[in-house]
């Protein structure tokens, strides 16, 4: 018999379409079994997924056929055989088995396809990552940031890498993670775009996308300590620039995923008739407005004050796609926003609400780039200025507008999955008091 395609042959099972009537070997865990006692039905998860391998007793030796049976729940296993076409496999095929072996067996495997609550889940988060939805929500998840990768590579963004560790706060001093360095103070980042607006002189279009980190006190559905975030800073973008960047971002990213993960979108059952609509042009309001709308609609919310996840979910429930709100109260926005110059008291900010009750999931702005205003700003919000001076430079040698944006990339994904909770949406999910797996 000649040599059988091995699993590692084939960069994904998906390939095995290509390999019908060849022999294949692969190794793999099993996901789940039946046996009749006369023929039995493996599914054995691998690369690219779950492929059914068939197994009749007359098949196969007895030693193997012994296998068979006694193999539980996630051991690891060697499967040999014939592809066969199976129109009903999402993959196109099965195996039909001439060979198998049990190469760890494993026992008493916490998770069974019985419910388990979320709290035992998520200790054993290590071995959840295994479960059908949860794979699906990490192929999306890696999707999107491959999507966000060649989004800004074909509009020749230069990918600069922000420090994780930083003198200095970027998104208030509340929720910053401390950390000693020798001797001094250092923080863990909240957002590389501090770092990012110097690298825009050098190369004018560029982004950043990496962990950050907020110490953020409350526990909900909307924050984690460590997420991922992705940020673009353009040289000379101003804000009606940034807003239409945005939207193209959002809706490219949104078709790439209707595209690209329809499987994983309908393990995790999704309405996608909803993300269907993600279509740019977004409606734009500004903050004003917004206030009048939570008024009309019976929610109390005074002009000066920041919205909270209820008036976020208010406001994009008027909208079948998201809704982008601008020109905020400069009074709980970030120091380095340029004023409005239609009213000196708002800033050119913006965030992107997601329909849903998904909430904030892009917050940016254009920048101050005047060097004595930021300067002032600098004082007026208690930073210490020493630590900004270098960010100040910008401002000093060839000042130029400049506009960017941040989307924390868990927000977006829980969005496009219908989950309702970020810590799936990532590996290994930080939350408050759990840092366990
Ligand atoms: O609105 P934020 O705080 O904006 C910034 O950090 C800017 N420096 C970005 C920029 O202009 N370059 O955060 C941006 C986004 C939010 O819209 C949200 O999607 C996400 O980051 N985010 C979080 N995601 C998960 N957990 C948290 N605790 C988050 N905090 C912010
Ligand atoms: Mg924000």
Not at 324 to 340: G, I, L
Request: charged share 25%; net charge negative; proline share 5%.
């Amino acid at each position: 018999m000649s040599q059988p395609i091995s699993a590692t042959s084939v960069t994904s099972i998906r390939e095995l379409s290509q390999h019908a009537g060849q022999e294949v070997e692969l190794s793999g865990w099993i996901d789940n079994k039946r046996s009749s006692g006369k023929i039995a039905f493996l599914q054995v998860r691998t690369a690219g997924g779950v492929v059914q391998a068939v197994a009749g007793r007359k098949d196969v030796s007895e030693e193997a056929w012994a296998d068979i049976e006694r193999v539980t729940q996630e051991s690891t296993v060697r499967v040999r055989g014939t592809v066969k076409e199976d129109k009903r496999s999402p993959i196109g095929v099965e195996i039909q088995a001439n060979g198998f072996e049990i190469l760890s067996l494993t026992q008493d495997y916490p998770i069974t396809p019985k419910e388990h609550g979320t709290a035992f889940l998520m200790e054993h988060r290590h071995l959840w990552l295994r479960s059908s939805r949860q794979r699906a929500a990490l192929r999306v998840r890696s999707e999107v940031e491959q999507g966000i990768r060649d989004f800004f590579y074909d509009r020749q963004f230069t990918l600069i890498d922000s420090p994780i560790l930083t003198p200095a706060a970027c998104e208030g001093t509340s929720t910053l993670f401390e950390t000693d360095y020798f001797g001094d103070k250092a923080y863990l980042s909240q957002s590389g775009q501090l770092y990012l607006e110097p690298a825009a002189a050098a190369l004018g279009k560029v982004y950043c996308f990496g962990p950050t980190f907020r110490a953020e006190k409350s526990k909900t559905r909307r924050h984690l300590m460590e997420f991922w975030m992705v940020e673009p800073e353009v040289a000379f973008l101003e804000f009606e620039g940034l807003c239409a960047l945005t939207e193209e971002f959002v809706g490219y990213l949104a078709a790439r995923i209707l595209d690209r993960s329809k499987e994983d979108l309908k393990v995790l059952e999704r309405d996608t008739a909803k993300l269907e609509k993600v279509v740019p042009p977004f409606p734009r309001i500004t903050y004003t407005q917004a206030v009048e709308i939570l008024n009309r609609e019976g929610n109390p919310l005074k002009w000066g004050d920041d919205f909270g996840g209820d008036e976020e979910t208010i406001l994009a429930s008027q909208f079948d796609r998201p809704v982008m709100v601008t020109r905020f109260p400069a009074s709980f926005k970030a120091f380095y926003m340029q004023p409005d110059p239609e009213n000196p008291e708002t800033v050119l900010g913006l965030d992107l609400l997601a329909p849903e009750g998904y909430g904030e999931i892009i917050g940016g702005s254009q920048r101050i780039h005047d060097h004595d205003l930021l300067l002032s700003r600098i004082q007026q919000h208690n930073l210490p200025v020493e630590a900004f001076q270098w960010y100040l430079d910008v401002r000093k040698y060839g000042a130029f507008p400049h506009s960017g944006f941040g989307m924390g990339i868990e927000r977006f994904v829980a969005w496009m999955t219908g989950l309702t909770h970020l810590r799936e949406t990532i590996p290994y999910p930080r939350m408050l008091y759990k840092i366990y797996p």
